[in-house]
């Protein structure tokens, strides 16, 4: 089993929907969640950051986790053609963020399209 | 305005011959990355760097190479080694210390093997 899994997608959805994306992980010592957004040829840049469970909502993005269940999400409502990217998930057990058992592991990154 | 900047954004290179991706920082991270990114697969860590003169092998660094001289700078040497080398690659920073660590990416330099 894959530390992290990420439904790649891709995901095509009309203007104004609530999207859901969603991540599972199999690594109980995670601690550290993010979702990260990445624009057609572009680095991936942070979107929402949340430390072991609960949500979190900034402005129409929500990011949600369970730990007891291993899954996170992130809900983007009222979307826009705008939030059309790839966005990709990342965790990890400790901070700072480096190498070997303490790594960032990120998951293959969901493709959303939304169509005006 | 600070950031990473990374050059070349694209880059041609034929088999057998080493390239080098620049990457330099102006935020005044100590912590230094460079990631592949392949299509349908995630950011797979190929080097990384705590602090200067100092880095270690990330999960992926056979046919690679870096060096880290000075805080902002954390070159990457795509060597004739690297078996498979067409990729995009993102090169990031952050704090090593304190809250809201997050890692800042550059936009990319995408590599070519003819």
């Known amino acids: 089993q894959k530390e992290v899994e990420q439904d790649p997608g891709p995901l095509s959805v009309p203007e104004g929907a609530i999207v859901s994306l969603n991540c599972t992980y199999s690594?109980?010592?995670?601690?550290?969640f993010m979702w990260y957004r990445q624009y057609s040829r572009k680095g991936p840049e942070l979107l929402m950051y949340t430390y072991s469970s609960g949500n979190k909502e900034d402005g129409r993005f929500t990011a949600q986790v369970d730990k007891s269940s291993k899954y996170i999400s992130l809900f983007i409502r009222d979307s826009q053609p705008s939030d059309s990217a790839t966005y990709l998930c990342a965790m990890s057990a400790s901070w700072p963020w480096v190498g070997g058992s303490e790594k960032l592991v990120f998951g293959k990154g969901m493709k959303l399209t939304v169509n005006p | 305005d600070g950031g990473i900047t990374q050059s070349p954004k694209y880059l041609f290179r034929k088999e057998g011959q080493n390239v080098t991706l620049s990457c330099e920082q102006n935020?005044?991270?100590?912590?230094m990355y460079w990631y592949r990114q392949d299509p349908g697969q995630g950011l797979r860590l190929i080097y990384y760097s705590q602090i200067v003169n100092d880095f270690q092998k990330g999960d992926i660094a056979e046919g690679y190479s870096v060096s880290r001289e000075k805080k902002e700078s954390f070159p990457l040497t795509v060597t004739s080694a690297q078996k498979n080398p067409t990729a995009f690659y993102l090169c990031?920073?952050?704090?090593?210390?304190?809250?809201?660590?997050?890692?800042?990416f550059g936009e990319g330099s995408r590599l070519t093997v003819l």
């Open positions: 990031a920073s952050s704090r090593r210390q304190g809250p809201g660590g997050e890692l800042f």
């Open positions: 935020l005044n991270h100590d912590a």
């Open positions: 690594n109980s010592a995670f601690q550290y």
